[in-house]
């Protein structure tokens, strides 16, 4: 499995001081997509609906709206 590409813009062009350490988005060679976020696992698996729910290998990560909004256009819609 390989990062084929970047899913959005990069962090320099979402306002990130450094240029390299902000959410971000990929796909991947296999068709699923990556994700760089904030881990929050412990302060949402509480908030998770009642259908939903996580295995112990994964983890909640919030990534910014902004992130995900001008990754939009470059997503797949199959």
Same mark, same amino acid.
């Given at each position: 499995?390989?990062?084929?590409?970047?899913? $959005?813009?990069?962090p320099?062009a /979402? $306002?990130?001081? +450094? $240029?390299?350490?902000c959410?971000? @988005?990929f &796909?991947? +060679? =296999? $068709?699923?997509?990556?994700v760089?976020?904030?881990e929050?696992t412990?302060a @949402?698996? /509480? &908030?998770l %609906?009642? =259908?939903a729910? /996580?295995? =112990?290998? &994964?983890?909640?990560?919030?990534? +910014?709206? &902004?992130?995900?909004? /001008?990754?939009k256009a470059d997503? %797949? =819609?199959?």
């Open positions: 499995m390989k990062i084929v590409r970047r899913i $959005g813009v990069p320099s /979402r $306002g990130s001081n +450094s $240029g390299s350490t959410p971000d @988005l &796909e991947l +060679s =296999d $068709g699923n997509f990556a760089i976020g904030t929050a412990e @949402l698996e /509480r &908030e %609906p009642a =259908d729910a /996580r295995a =112990d290998y &994964e983890r909640i990560v919030v990534v +910014s709206r &902004e992130t995900l909004i /001008r990754a997503i %797949p =819609d199959a």
